[in-house]
């Protein structure tokens, strides 16, 4: 499964919870090997969840690490996602709004608005493995955010999570204000659909058009993201077998290759510059972590020749591969 990427904002609505609980975020960065407000830029890779949670749970001494720091999360955090609410006609069309434009909180995250009758249903589904506490968390995060957006008139009716171990239902019901059914088939907050049609004192469709405009140019530019690490992906997974050409990628990705050319070239890169920067580091990598021989180096970098490859090192670094490597040795 390619690698999938959440947004920073998710990481800082955290540790402003972390704050407000009187933890020092710096600390749980530390445990993670990060400097002091050592946050990454724009996205970082969802599989380090696990490891977030793992440190905070550990700094904070809490068990239930998602479910304890929901209590401290803000209403309201700055998000593109608020503001299309906040200019929509009603928190139900503001809703609507929002969810077109989830993925630019996470890639993982997947959700729809399900109404019957007087019952309205939010479903989430979380596209890759993830620890309890976040789903703990966000939704906390979500009934602390449809309360601020509709001044206290949001109500949980109940919420449904997939995991089937977590906190006392107590618990659950005095951070949510509503019961939690554990082990469900889906995750899901039930509430009245009478709030969809409540207005929103702070309308405007001038700021709710331009609010869409950002969130489409936002959205654009993670799909090109994601593009780019998808073509990564293959080339260095093709130069292990045969050799990673444009068109062998692109019909891994069901796509013509003029298509993909297109493509990577609106993203800003070219599909050789990105198979060269590929050869480059792995071969940097395998001379100074690795005594791989030449010979073998040769073979995994995807050159069918020692002299080709070691005439394409000199030009990358300024040095033989020999020279790097003993220099890098010592």
Known sequence: MRDLTDDVALLRLVLEALRSSGVDPDRVLARLGLPPGGLPAGRYPHAA?????????????????????ARFLPPFSGL?????????????????????????????????LQVDGTQATLVLELGAPVPRHFPEMFAGAVIRLFGGLTEGAFRPHGLQLKHADGAPSELYAEVYGCPV?????????????????????????????IHEALARRQLSEVERLDLVRQVRGLIAELLLEEGATLEQVSSRLQMPARRLRERLALAGVRFNDLVTDHRCRLAKQLLLDTDERIEVIVERT?????????????????????????RGKH
């Open 80 to 112: 593109l996602l608020e503001y299309l609410f906040l200019s929509s006609a009603t928190f139900g069309e503001g809703l609507r709004h929002a969810l077109r434009y989830l993925r630019l909180l996470s890639e993982t995250l997947h959700a729809q």
């Open 49 to 69: 969840q696990a490891p977030f949670w793992a440190a905070a749970s550990a700094e904070c001494g809490q068990e239930h690490i998602g479910l304890y720091l």
């Open 181 to 209: 059914q554990l082990g469900a088939e889906r995750y899901a907050l039930q509430f009245d659909a009478a709030v969809l049609d409540r207005a929103s004192r702070h309308a405007a469709p001038d700021l709710l058009r």
């Open 302 to 326: 995807g050159f069918s020749e020692p002299s080709t490859f070691y005439r394409a090192f000199k030009r990358w670094v300024g040095e033989t591969p020999v020279e790097f490597r003993k």
